[in-house]
């Protein structure tokens, strides 16, 4: 896989994640972005469930594998730590679709063994990316071609996952954010995709560094 493939991938894994979500939440009257779970988009009954679940989540979710799998073998240059972690991050984040929720009344049932599988996939994702962020930074700088770009990796790396971190603490500290699940958690996804996004893009970017060293 080239790195043109594994950039437009993490390109692809934000922009269809975003226009779906807007999408298929504008297809339901009853859905808000500030009260409601990107998930419930996916549960079982709800409307184009199936729909959302492959566009939405499995789709990405596979696309942010690829990019994955081409970010941390132009890094890394073999299948280590790196590779695995941002890989399993993605099929992590696609497993959120293939194994929906369920919910009963508007609440999530807890019990159920489709909705533990549903938040145990869900959880793994961010979690397993964060760790790949900031193993990033000791990676690139290894590599001559990537060595440059350590400084913006601890950045990227500190803005995202901490952002991250920050806006779930936060949603806990502030009655009126903790009141908009919705809101906390969209802006976790933009966190975590957007860290996707800004590698896709320097990941491109080194492709020129990386003909030129080996020329």
């Not at 299948?79 to 369920?102: I, Q, Y």
């Not at 790949?132 to 990676?139: D, E, K, M, N, P």
Request: net charge positive; hydrophobic share 55%; aromatic share 12%.
């Amino acid at each position: 896989m080239t790195e043109r493939v594994a950039s437009g991938s993490g390109v692809a894994a934000f922009a269809i994640f975003w226009v779906a979500l807007f999408v298929f939440a504008a297809s339901r009257t009853d859905y808000s972005h500030l009260h409601k779970a990107v998930s419930e988009l996916g549960v079982l009954g709800a409307p184009h469930a199936l729909a959302w679940n492959l566009i939405g989540f499995i789709l990405p979710g596979v696309l942010l594998a690829l990019f994955g799998a081409g970010l941390a073998t132009a890094i890394d240059g073999r299948r280590g730590a790196l590779w695995w972690l941002l890989v399993l991050s993605g099929l992590c984040f696609a497993g959120a679709g293939v194994v929906p929720g369920e919910m009963h009344n508007g609440s999530p049932m807890m019990g159920s063994p489709l909705t533990i599988g549903h938040l145990l996939f869900a959880n793994l994702a961010p979690l397993l990316w964060a760790i790949a962020a900031f193993l990033v930074i000791r990676r690139v700088k290894k590599n001559p071609t990537w060595k440059s770009f350590t400084t913006l990796a601890i950045v990227y790396a500190v803005v995202c996952v901490g952002g991250f971190v920050f806006v779930i603490v936060a949603s806990a500290a502030i009655p009126s954010l903790g009141h908009m699940p919705g809101l906390v958690q969209r802006c976790c996804f933009a966190f975590y995709l957007g860290w996707s996004l800004i590698m896709s893009f320097h990941l491109r970017s080194a492709i020129p560094r990386a003909q030129l060293a080996s020329a």
